[in-house]
């Protein structure tokens, strides 16, 4: 059985599509689609096909051959731009396969992936920003795409504010200034063909940020929205990305938007293939707290719950210390699952 006709009999994710178009031109409708989304799985489908941000479809094209092209430099190339010896918060650099760990046991990931940091293509903010000839040539590109991407975000971000009922000062775009040095970023993603059908090749994870883009054409990606017992396939879809909630945002409404359990893997019975994807993923300011925002939709937090003070960079680190295996096992599946128990 090909693995397409294999994916309409798994179970799928059954994705809202949100079409950004409406919800820049104001539509009611959307804008209620794209908080149930948020609030029911915090994974849909973004419709880009006829909107101002159209263009992100031909850059996405490019930048495959881009990502080609740079997973083939020679280790040692690659080993110059090593993520953990360039950048403390991991907006630069390669991470070669196998870094991080994908179960209790500490085995580990199959996939190389490259990050490239908004601060560095946009020279916003004072951080160096060493990169290769290959990104250097696509430099224009790769500005074309996160600044429609941050364009498609801000619409999110506004529509979501106003869902909530959020007050200036509070509003999910004031801490996503586009003219502000914030860790968002852009990772290239190569998962590496795998004959074992039983092998996962990346870590069950939350996405520590805001807001998450994906671009792919190979099925692969599973969720685990909350309540549901089992993982749930992603159908790739052309002329959309799939954009999900990060745990940032979880924590800002106290649970209400959800940063949904997700993984890459084989479809069950067959090989994994190799397989590319990229992810634009955005984060608030470093500095901003992770606090709990006003409004009469998110539930307001217990009466005896210390209020937090882990700032976004902060939660970015501690993220990161887990990927790399560096917590025990227990704080580990915590900080990348929320302690869902899917660290096997
Ligand atoms: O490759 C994918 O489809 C998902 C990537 C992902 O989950 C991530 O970069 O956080
Ligand atoms: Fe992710």
């Not at 539509?27 to 609030?39: D, G, H, P, T, V």
């Not at 996405?60 to 430099?73: D, G, W």
């Not at 199959?110 to 060493?130: C, H, I």
Request: glycine letters at 8%; charged letters at 25%; proline letters at 8%.
């Amino acid at each position: 059985m090909s693995p397409s006709t294999l994916l309409d009999q798994l179970p799928e994710a059954n994705l809202a599509v949100i079409d950004l178009q409406k919800l820049e031109s104001g539509s009611a409708y959307e804008q209620a689609s794209l908080l149930r989304a948020s609030i029911e799985n915090g994974f849909f489908y973004l419709k880009l096909v006829d909107t101002p941000e159209r263009h992100v479809l031909e850059y996405a094209e490019k930048v495959f051959e881009l990502s080609q092209e740079i997973f083939t430099y020679d280790p040692v190339v690659k080993d110059l731009f090593d993520v953990d010896r360039l950048s403390q918060y991991k907006t630069n650099g390669y991470k070669p396969k196998g870094r991080n760990i994908v179960s209790k046991d500490g085995s580990r990931d199959g996939f190389e992936s490259w990050v490239l940091p908004r601060n560095g293509l946009e020279r916003l903010g004072d951080d160096l920003f060493p990169h290769p000839p290959a990104v250097a040539d696509g430099m224009n590109l790769l500005r074309g795409l996160i600044g429609e991407l941050g364009s498609a975000a801000q619409t999110i971000f506004r529509s979501l504010s106003d869902s909530l009922n959020l007050q200036p000062g509070q509003r999910f775009e004031d801490f996503h200034d586009p003219s502000r040095p914030a860790p968002d970023i852009l990772r290239l993603l190569k998962y590496h063909a795998d004959e074992r059908s039983s092998n996962i090749p990346q870590t069950p994870h939350t996405d520590l940020g805001s807001l998450t883009f994906v671009f792919t054409s190979t099925p692969g990606l599973q969720v685990l929205p909350p309540h549901v017992p089992e993982w749930q396939y992603v159908q790739p879809l052309a002329g959309h990305a799939i954009v999900n909630i990060g745990d940032c945002l979880t924590k800002m409404t106290n649970g209400l938007l959800k940063s949904v359990l997700h993984r890459v893997g084989p479809l069950p019975g067959h090989p994994m293939p190799e397989r590319y994807s990229f992810a634009y993923l955005m984060r608030p300011e470093d500095s901003t707290l992770l606090q709990v925002l006003d409004s009469p939709l998110i539930p307001s937090p217990q009466k005896d719950e210390v209020p937090t003070t882990i700032t976004s960079g902060e939660w970015i680190q501690s993220k990161f210390k887990a990927l790399r295996g560096t917590y025990d096992a227990k704080d580990g599946d915590r900080i990348l699952t929320g302690g869902r128990g899917v660290m096997v």
